[in-house]
């Protein structure tokens, strides 16, 4: 059995480079750790010819405070979803992948070009632009939409969601629910009620910190969790971001749930009609808690609770402010929002 690469040991990595033909014998690369990501090591690697690469490496046990594991394998699941993006996203919305290793379970892909910016770091500086809003919308509604209208050749490549329970639903959902018994019974049907939902192709980590901002347009990041699924849960999950960002930054609370709704709107905008509809007849459970809003408002409810009491809290949160959105969310519960309006109007109100 070979032993297994340490990308981030860079000796190494330039002479795994070299032994296997990424660049030249005597090519010396400038590499550089990146840094910020719990699932993986992250390496920046610049050629003598410029061409610059990002190489991931998946982990067993992931870089949090508590115990959670997951198979590297899912960096093979990343470069899939690189693969068919490249189809279904808008051009240049991803990167391009350059290299798999089954072996040592890693990736490289073209590094976005510099200067560029995190989304993330933006908004929590509270920058939030309008047009990145509707990027973000238009971009995660071409996706969904895309997908569904290939959906007899894309549904069975995608039907493996070993990594999403791992790394969404067992973390968010499941664990949360040990954590707070108020909760359990929502979150519990929740898992039920998404695990008996495939739509279309879900990226399961659509969120501003997998996002870059390169000449003003949005690219995105981060494909291990992508699988066949209920599209509302990439809703909920991204609009957790923007309501978290309310939450934590009050003097532009109004902005972000403005922007939360209007993400909304460019998203469905995006999907049209047709598949509003459609989405809302292969509903998992007939009536109208279970049509595609509101399902989508569930998710963010979850996720909410999640990003404060799961195994992935929100770093920019303190202790009081996620006991805050702790209280707020569970009030909620007792009655969820059937629209992403009245939910944003809610959340933002009770805090």
Known sequence: MCQLLDIEQPDALLAYLRDHGHIAPREQPLIRTLA????????????????????????????????????????????????????????????????????HHLLAMQ???????????????????????????????????????????????FEDRSFFESLRLEPYYAYTAGQLPAAAEFLHALVEETRACRLTMVHGDYSPKNVLVYQNR???????????????????????HLLSKAHFL????????????AYWQIYTETLGDTLVASFNSRA?????????EARAARHTLACLLARVAGRSPLEYLSEATRARQQEVVLALLANPPLTITELVNQFISKL
Not at 142 to 157: C, G, L
Not at 251 to 259: C, I
Not at 284 to 292: E, H, K, L, T, Y
Request: with cysteine; charged share 20%; hydrophobic share 45%.
């Open 284 to 292: 998992p459970v007939p009536g109208p808690r279970s049509s595609f």
């Open 36 to 103: 910020g990501g719990v699932s993986n090591r992250t390496v920046w690697v610049e050629r003598s010819n410029g061409e610059a690469w990002v190489l991931k490496q998946a982990l067993a046990k992931l870089r949090v405070s508590v115990d959670w594991f997951s198979s590297p394998e899912r960096v093979h699941r990343e470069a899939l979803g690189l693969r068919w993006l490249a189809e279904l996203a808008p051009p240049g919305a991803t990167p391009r992948l350059i290299f798999e290793d089954h072996t």
């Open 111 to 157: 590094a976005v070009p510099q200067p560029h910016d995190n989304w993330k770091t933006l908004l929590l500086a509270g920058r939030l632009e309008a047009d990145h809003i509707n990027q973000f919308g238009c971009l995660l509604g071409t996706i969904h939409r895309r997908a569904f209208e290939r959906r007899e050749e894309v549904a069975p490549i």
């Open 250 to 261: 009050p003097q532009h609370r109004a902005a972000f749930a403005a922007a939360a709704v």
């Open 218 to 240: 949005l690219i995105l990041l981060d494909h291990e969790v992508i699988h066949w699924g209920d599209p509302a849960f990439d809703v909920g999950f991204s609009l957790t």
